[in-house]
């Protein structure tokens, strides 16, 4: 844990000298305090000092008080604050070119050269023309004598990188915008109350999300609460979509639903470019059809509340990286943005980002639809073409003869639904006979097997846990049984969908091939597990709602420290002896130290953390918090620090602990979670489907390759089988874990926000990169 000193001396001093101004600006959005946290924090970690810029360009313009110098305890507890402490406003001032003189004369005298800005495109396209006229307007303020000549040359140009804060995802280039996740679980809560009342009363709801441009927030609502119709502006539907969806409509209602769900992104509109309203959506189903209707406005409700795990986390990540960029950058380098591809931390060109997002518009408004959906970027795409197939496409007549399996295995995990019912909808989609498998390889063994429907798996997509009921046992013993069982349901392919066991347990099911040759069949593997610790996947469902509910409970933990004050808890997280949870909820929750098994401590690291501690409690932050994996170290357990640190601080700080234990496995999955296992569910049972023909000889299957058993996984951008086979050699069986773990970068970036001189490791600096546009190739059809 402890590096020697001279390692970070490059990062640590990176910054003397230096002063960096950070402001949000435009609409607020979750997780903006996060950035102003991390940007505050690891500033002043390089030795640069730190300006807050208090509502936006205006506070820019207006200087004064609007620019205070930031410090290290100013930024604490805003980690899980919703909007923007430090104030946004709309800016007209700045939109003029005395009003960017006057922002100039500001920044000059305080010797400020670096402007982070935290907006959406219109912020940032402003701070990319402040940026072109800096000389210019220094040359002005000479000749006016608004500056020195002195001061002039000492900030002779102005460095400048972005963040994008926006809940609409609208920004080109970037997979995610600050704000977009915590603003899906706003709406996912609402979706998920609504539905209980719509249920009792047989009506149908729409409801109208955020979105004028940008049809992103409707399009993954419809996806995670299985929706029966979505309007979107990127999209519109074919001039004959009233009958359609009273069509719909109808066929839910038959197949034994008692509700309706329709989402309208707020700038939804019909071929001919008219807009689509909710209330027109209403008076067409009360007329054609005589169902009970209502409408929800969701409005400002989706920018309030307290941010998500992944937006204080990506926050916190692009804080850091945007640091770096600006004291890295010369007068040569673009204006960036930075921004996150996959789970990597990247840097465009502002301008660039703008000019796609841009380009979105106008196709939009040239009617050019196909193009408007294609530059919205490849997750966009996917998304669309999962919703089309799960809602719009219908079961066919003609049956495809193969009965395909699914089930569920290990822990249960909020998501496995998610899963279970997209490969089921999916298969009966292509043709399929769809059994469902209860209990694990144990039912499987014991034939507990029943074929499924369409309205078998309704509703489960808003559902925690595991409704196939799900079991640790390994088939190894069972080998027989189960064959038996293949050979008398006739399965042709199976679905697994599970944590670790369901991983080891395909392996077993492979190597008895050799023996039993109704097990060569192909077979995929979806990681649900909320330990994310199977190979081969970056992420596993269950993982990010677990993570949502640990850093719930740490927020309100540390509100009750804030209160009584001098106050540490220990907290024990789930994982196994994988430390992702701990991290990135200390991550998440701005814990002073996680203790996990991949980064080995001894007693020196735990007494170096008490000290620490000790000093913290003489600040005005007199509260700590201490997250601990279950199985980090067998010596040191829970018990064992929490004496530890009731012993040593004695006197300065008194301790608690708590094991959060199994409520980490519960809860209504998040909009990830859900999102994820239908994507997931969806492609696994599109490749089967290619698999069962590729090793059908004369109607008998026989698949026997490597190829044929597969684990799907989230490879940074996307999702990709790979063969058991290869991802047993990058596995420690022993510790239930892979070799590899890309989380453990991050690391760092929690010690150095809980104040520890700990190695910024740049090496995987995240140069920048072009974006890429136009005819980006969607991933393989669904």
Not at 68 to 88: D, H, K, P
Not at 357 to 368: L, S
Not at 440 to 460: K, N, T, Y
Not at 517 to 536: Q, W
């Amino acid at each position: 844990m402890l590096q020697p000193p001279e390692k970070h001396e490059h990062t640590r001093n990176l910054g003397s000298g230096k002063a960096i101004a950070v402001l949000t600006s435009g609409g607020d959005a979750q997780g903006m305090n996060a950035a102003v946290r991390a940007v505050v924090r690891v500033g002043i970690f390089t030795g640069a000092k730190v300006y807050f810029v208090h509502e936006g360009y205006q506070g820019l313009v207006d200087g004064g008080d609007n620019i205070q110098e930031a410090t290290w305890e100013r930024v604490s507890m805003m980690l899980q604050l919703g909007g923007t402490v430090i104030g946004s406003a709309r800016c007209q001032d700045f939109r003029t070119r005395e009003g960017r003189l006057k922002a100039a004369r500001n920044l000059v005298k305080r010797g400020i050269t670096n402007l982070c800005v935290i907006g959406g495109d219109g912020s940032l396209t402003g701070a990319d023309t402040f940026r072109a006229e800096w000389s210019s307007l220094l040359v002005e303020l000479v000749k006016t004598g608004g500056v020195t000549a002195e001061e002039a040359k000492n900030s002779s140009h102005l460095n400048i990188v972005g963040m994008v804060g926006s809940i609409d995802n609208d920004f080109c280039g970037t997979d995610m915008t600050i704000g977009t996740d915590s603003a899906l679980h706003r709406i996912m809560e609402i979706v998920d109350a609504i539905t209980t009342t719509a249920q009792s009363h047989q009506r149908t709801f729409v409801l109208e999300v955020m979105g004028r441009h940008c049809g992103y927030l409707a399009l993954i609502t419809a996806l995670a609460c299985g929706a029966d119709w979505v309007f979107i502006p990127e999209s519109p539907p074919e001039d004959d979509w009233e009958e359609h969806l009273c069509r719909r409509l109808i066929e839910t209602r038959g197949r034994g639903s008692r509700l309706n769900i329709i989402i309208v992104a707020e700038g939804a509109i019909n071929k001919q470019g008219q807009p689509i309203t909710s209330e027109d959506i209403k008076h067409l189903v009360v007329k054609r059809l005589g169902y009970d209707t209502r409408v929800t406005i969701l409005g400002h409700v989706q920018r309030g509340g307290t941010p998500s795990a992944f937006d204080r986390i990506l926050g916190s990540r692009m804080g850091v990286e945007a640091v770096m960029a600006l004291l890295e950058g010369t007068p040569d380098t673009p204006a960036c943005v930075v921004s996150l591809s996959g789970n990597q931390a990247v840097r465009l060109p502002l301008m660039e980002c703008v000019q796609v997002t841009k380009d979105v518009t106008i196709a939009m408004n040239e009617r050019r639809f196909e193009d408007a959906v294609k530059l919205r970027g490849r997750s966009f795409q996917n998304n669309w073409n999962v919703y089309k197939l799960l809602a719009h496409v219908r079961p066919p007549s003609t049956k495809s003869g193969y009965n395909l399996a699914v089930m569920n295995v290990g822990a249960p995990a909020s998501g496995m639904n998610a899963a279970v019912r997209a490969a089921v909808r999916i298969g009966l989609i292509h043709g399929h006979k769809m059994l469902a498998v209860h209990d694990g390889f144990d039912g499987l063994a014991h034939g507990q097997v029943e074929e499924i429907g369409w309205g078998g798996v309704g509703g489960w997509t808003g559902l925690g846990g595991s409704k196939l009921g799900t079991k640790r046992t390994l088939p190894k013993k069972y080998l027989e049984e189960i064959s038996a069982t293949i050979s008398s349901f006739n399965i042709h392919g199976l679905i697994i969908i599970g944590g670790f066991e369901a991983f080891t347990g395909s392996l077993e099911l492979v190597e008895g091939r050799g023996k039993y040759e109704e097990l060569c069949i192909p077979l995929c593997v979806i990681p649900a597990t909320v330990s994310n610790n199977v190979p081969g996947s970056d992420f596993s469902i269950g993982a990010d709602t677990a993570l949502n509910t640990i850093t719930t409970t740490c927020d309100r933990i540390k509100q009750s420290a804030a209160g009584t004050k001098r106050r540490v808890f220990i907290i024990e997280t789930m994982g196994g002896y994988c430390g992702y949870l701990a991290t990135m909820a200390g991550l998440a929750s701005g814990a002073d130290a996680a203790y996990i098994f991949e980064d080995p401590f001894t007693i020196r690291d735990l007494q170096v953390n008490v000290e620490h501690l000790c000093e913290k409690m003489k600040t005005t932050v007199k509260r700590g918090l201490v997250l601990r994996n279950e199985k980090c170290n067998e010596n040191y357990t829970t018990d064992f620090i929490f004496n530890l640190y009731s012993e040593e601080g004695k006197g300065i700080f008194e301790s608690r602990k708590n094991v959060l234990g199994h409520m980490q496995q519960g809860g209504t999955p998040t909009p990830f979670d859900r999102n994820f296992g239908t994507k997931m569910g969806a492609k696994s049972v599109a490749w089967l489907t290619g698999k069962i023909k590729e090793y059908s000889r004369h109607g008998r299957i026989f698949a026997n390759t490597a190829e044929s058993a597969c684990l799907l996984g989230m490879r940074r951008r996307s999702l990709v089988f790979q063969p058991l086979a290869e991802l047993e050699e990058q596995t420690d069986f022993e510790h239930r874990l892979p070799k590899q773990q890309w989380w453990l970068k991050l690391r760092p970036i929690l010690k150095i926000l809980a104040k520890y001189k700990a190695d910024l490791d740049t090496s995987e600096k995240a140069h920048l990169e072009h974006i890429t546009h136009k005819g980006v190739p969607a991933e393989a059809n669904i």
